[in-house]
């Protein structure tokens, strides 16, 4: 079951995703990062097709790349969720990517603590939010994140937390699997060790 979870922290924000690439009842793989560090400072969590995925997240780091050589700085994160959003509303008419996405990132010129977490699904809807999740996780996991989550959680705090989600997961999925955590803060992105409930 494809799951996509991201929540802020005090500092930064915590992302999660599954590593399983599924095909009907069939597991293709379970070690596919679906968290692309797009730079050193933001994170795009995406679920979706796996063609679509790969090739739309793709396009769109090699985009803000450019982006960043032409005008010799980096894009922030709000004008690259923006830039996103535009990309799949733009692509509906002609060729509609199946792919849902979350975009976290750190900019010490955003307020809020510098940390962004927005929402985007394959219609092209952009929402920027404190906690966000995708797939069928979400049916289970919006109620727990609205009771438990606040953004002044440490990062400790935050783990805990997602440990709190994925048992949920396991609870509830008649399959579960490996996870991705990866951490996006001042200090950059860092891959998390984290050991989802068996």
Do not use: W
């Amino acid at each position: 079951m494809e799951t996509l979870l991201a929540f802020k922290v005090k500092g930064g924000v915590l992302c999660l995703a599954d590593s399983s690439v599924n095909h009907s009842i069939v597991k293709m793989k379970d070690d596919e990062d679906k968290i692309l560090e797009i730079d050193g400072h933001k994170l795009l969590l995406s679920a979706g097709e796996a063609g679509d995925r790969v090739q739309f997240t793709e396009y769109i780091s090699k985009n803000i790349k450019l982006y960043s050589l032409r005008n010799s700085y980096p894009m922030s994160t709000p004008a690259a969720a923006n830039f996103i959003r535009n990309e799949l509303a733009t692509s509906i008419r002609s060729h509609p990517y199946s792919i849902n996405l979350i975009l976290a990132g750190y900019d010490k010129e955003v307020e809020d603590g510098g940390t962004s977490l927005y929402y985007m699904d394959y219609l092209g809807s952009l929402q920027k939010l404190n906690f966000g999740c995708h797939g069928y996780a979400s049916y289970f996991l919006l109620g727990l994140l609205d009771r438990h989550h606040k953004c002044d959680l440490s990062l400790e705090d935050g783990i805990n937390l997602m440990h709190l989600c994925t048992t949920e997961l396991k609870t509830r999925f008649l399959v579960s699997g490996k996870y991705t955590l990866k951490f996006v803060s001042s200090e950059g992105i860092k891959v998390l060790p984290f050991n989802a409930p068996q």
